[in-house]
């Protein structure tokens, strides 16, 4: 992450399949933060899943969400977690 800080990145995404949340927890301790979910039709096995996206920005502007997967799935809601 500092990489791509050091780079000029204004922010990175990164997205996991519901079903993997460990790849979630990864992506929590790296700072990153839960934005929204999202569904698509995954190949090469051609079946629906959901995505969370995650985003880590490192240009200051804390509420700016990169939306191409929500404005491109029909299928997207933002999570409640306990």
């Known amino acids: 992450m500092e990489r791509c800080r050091r780079a000029g990145y204004p922010f990175v995404t990164a997205t996991h399949d519901v079903?993997?949340?460990?790849?979630g927890r990864v992506m929590q301790k790296l700072g990153m933060i839960?934005?929204?979910s999202y569904q698509e039709q995954w190949q090469?096995?051609?079946?629906?899943?959901?995505f969370r996206m995650y985003?880590?920005?490192f240009d200051g502007n804390?509420?700016?969400v990169?939306?191409?997967y929500?404005?491109?799935?029909?299928?997207h809601f933002v999570e409640t977690f306990d």
Not at 19 to 23: A, L
Request: zero cysteines; charged letters at 30%; hydrophobic letters at 15%.
């Open 19 to 23: 079903h993997n949340p460990h790849s």
């Open 34 to 36: 839960y934005r929204y």
């Open 44 to 50: 090469p096995k051609d079946i629906p899943v959901t």
């Open 55 to 57: 985003q880590l920005n």
């Open 62 to 64: 804390d509420d700016g």
């Open 66 to 68: 990169y939306r191409k």
């Open 70 to 75: 929500w404005d491109s799935s029909e299928v």
